[in-house]
């Protein structure tokens, strides 16, 4: 019988994937259970079996009252106790072999939080959906789902476990297709740079079944970390897009400049300028006008994911929206604030250099001779302009004489063409009288008839 136990233990342990020790290990404890179940059983004993010859022996020791054992180690191994053990080990057996599977697949899994595994939809509801995974099943919940991703059942596809759990009926594995861990594996799959450690992901935004922006780095200057991992003509990059059911992947080089690492981020947009403030961790990007909708994305998906990429609190203003603002920023504003007076529980104003607080009305009183001399000195600007352009109407327009009932008008200009057509008139007539003169003394014959 022993040796028939022995092939049956062995038989079991290659059928079951386990080793005979085990197996033997379960035995010992069936008939030790078996022992205290018997009257007179001490009760501090064990069973040890030899494995070559398949004997097994029952060793007691005394106890204290406490419930310490005490003194010399004695066999106690009842007459009868082949047909117990023969039953034990049939009743107890299947139960070990069980648990001890159960413990395999746990240490099988249990270290495997965050690596991908590739398993079968076997069935799925309203809750969660079940995953073949060969000797196991995995639990993919439907939180842990992309939204409107229906695969149907018998469809291979590719998951990210997040827990594994022992339990009673054996360790839960969970599982999603929505963490980001998820696009960092499939990267690592396709691009044998990644695997090897020369191409580095830095940081992975994603959006499931919509959009994903991973920040990817090279430890190697003759390396493109971008072209690695898109491959020659997007082949690399499309076997992963296929596997996510056309979800949009953005890969973008990582920088340790703020600036340019934000400016990269938002990409396909162009950026003009980014503006870093270390104290609040924010990021103002300034975009053309024409760039802000194509900067903000549908939704503002395309900043949302470039915040979560960066770890910065980006801001997108357009150049006239930050044009606008520091005009704003550049006025003299009164300082002070509105508080509440504790005693009448109205609003006064309370200046920021001090004083006594000033009511509503008073503050209105006291803005009002500003805004009389603001006024004022504007009536007198206009009416400066006024005077000016008075001067240079009257300078254009003709001097009036008046003299009598008749009045002459003339000019300088006119003073001027006056004295020169008189002058002309002079010349003129001096001209022919000396002409007169000149024919007289030619002809004086002439001069005589006439």
Known sequence: MNAEMKEAI????????????????????????????????????????????????????????????????????????????????????????????????YEEYAGREGDIVTG????????YTLLDLGRVEALLPRAEQVPNERPDSNTRI??????????????????????????????????PEIADGIVEIKSCAREPGHRTKIAVWSNDPNVDPVGACVGASGARVRMIVNELRGEKIDIVPFSEEPEEFVSKALSPAKVQEVRIDMETGTADVIVPDYQLSLAIGK??????????????????????????????QNVDWAEGEWIEDPETGEQVWQPAEGGPALSAEE????????????????????????????????????????????????????????????????????????????????????????
Do not use: C
């Open 10 to 105: 062995n038989a079991i342990a290659a059928d079951k994937g386990m080793k005979p020790e085990v197996l033997y290990a379960v035995l010992a404890d069936a008939l030790e259970s078996a022992y205290k179940k018997m009257p007179d059983a001490h009760e501090y004993a064990w069973v040890t079996i030899d494995p070559d010859t398949m004997e097994y022996r029952v060793i007691a020791q005394e106890i204290d009252d406490e419930g310490e054992p005490y003194g010399d180690e004695f066999e106690v191994t009842p007459d009868n106790f082949g047909r117990i053990a023969a039953l034990a080990f049939k009743q107890v057996l299947a139960q070990g072999i069980r648990e001890e599977e159960r413990e395999q697949k």
């Open 120 to 127: 079968i939809i076997q069935q799925s509801d309203s809750r």
């Open 158 to 191: 590719k998951a990210y476990i997040v827990e594994v759990r022992k339990t009673a009926k054996g360790p839960q594995i969970v599982v999603s297709r929505t963490h980001p861990g998820l696009i960092k594996r499939l990267f690592e799959l396709e691009v």
């Open 299 to 328: 939704e503002g998906q395309n900043a949302r994911l470039s915040a979560r990429l960066t770890g910065w609190r980006i801001d997108i203003k357009s150049e006239t929206q930050q044009a606008e603002e520091d005009a704003y």
């Open 363 to 450: 503050w209105e009183a006291t803005s009002e001779p500003d805004q009389e001399d603001a006024e004022n000195e504007t009536t007198d600007d206009d009416e400066i302009v006024a005077d000016s352009e008075l001067d240079l109407k009257e300078a254009d327009q003709p001097e009036v004489i008046a003299d009598g009932d008749t009045a002459e008008v003339s000019s300088e200009g006119d003073n001027e063409a006056s004295s020169q057509s008189n002058s002309d008139d002079t010349q003129s007539e001096l001209a022919d009288v000396s002409e007169k003169l000149g024919s007289s003394e030619a002809d004086p014959s002439e001069g005589e008839e006439t």
